[in-house]
């Protein structure tokens, strides 16, 4: 967790961070009919990350996905987009997603090395380790069980990492082999940050062992911070230090009940079939996660419209009432809130100008308070 101490006995934490989902693949962050002013198209994401950018979001998050299922039925790849959109920004870091299987880590650490030099540095990756059997069947991948997939991904992030910072890096492991390799140039310090997308154990302690960020599923807070415990835990067991990143859809509108009408909404437009076989195929990814606490483990058919159990972290209601419900996910140890929208274009900016500096003022009476402790 990212703090600093200012005295003994209390700890300042540091502004919340904000992420946006990139919509670099169709269809939204719902799988619902209902109308979602958002596109895929380049255009449409240059721009997006560029309001993103100019109301307060720090991050921005790609997608991978090599073939539709659920909607998505068009899908950019993530890597290049996300140098698209390096270009069209300034300040903004974008967080490409990476794939092991489909990439090797000696073509991911070499991409990635040359734009952070094209990007002065704002390039991240997130390194997820997969749901979706009929994808890796369809473009002749192995499947393998979800133990061996966080197995081979811990691997694909040491290598990365080796990479990166070591000359002559070798490394012998089951699924990589580097012989006395230096790649050049290396990406300049700090270095690209490693996110991981995924809550079973293997997920967990994969991240307390060798990732920068951990990115889990929308939760309350109660059940978020169980999560952090138990990862800060191992951590700092570990000697590592790993930050926590926690997915919501939002609905903010003037009143409460608007906003939940809009989720009613969005719940009554979902496609059943769609939303069924997308709840079989991820809880089937998770089978072999013997201890069954993965993502979407407990997921209902709500949640389930929303790909990643965005609805559960509850940031639906006023600006005032999300702002606080941002801020009790922040207490349980999040340290970034990655968003998703209907209207990514509009609701970003709204989301910046309207609830972000309501999250500044409560961080700021925050520090008052523990600092007159
Ligand atoms: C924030 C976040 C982003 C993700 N992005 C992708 C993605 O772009 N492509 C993908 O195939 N899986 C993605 N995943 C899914 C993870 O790779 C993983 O398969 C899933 O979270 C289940 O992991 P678990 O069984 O360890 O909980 C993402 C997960 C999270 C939490």
Redo the contacts with the bound molecule.
Sequence with gaps: MSHSTNNSHSIVRDPLKFAYWVPNVSGGLVISDIEQRTSWDIDYNRKLAQIAEQNGFEYA?????FTAGYGAEFQHE?VSFSQALLAATEKLKVIA?L?PGPWNPAVAAKQIATINHLSHGRIAV?V?????RG?FTAIGEHWLD?DER?RRSEEFIRALRGIWTEDNFTFRGDFYRFSDYSLKPKPLDPQPEIFQ????R??RDMAARVSDWY???GNTPEEIKKQVDDIQGKAAENGHKVQV?V?AFAIVRASESEAREVLNEIIAKANPEAVNAFGHE?KN??KA?PEG?????KSSFEDLVQY?DGFRSNLIGTPHQVAERVLALKDAGADLI?LGFLHFQEEVEFFGKEVIPLVRELEAARQLSTAAE
């Design positions: 998050l790609s997608q991978i996905r993530p997603a794939l997130n997820v380790s997969g749901w979706f994808e979800h966080y997308g995924g809550s079973s293997a997920a990115f889990t599923n990143g997915n991820v990814a998770g996660s606490q993965g993502n979407w483990a990643n990655l």
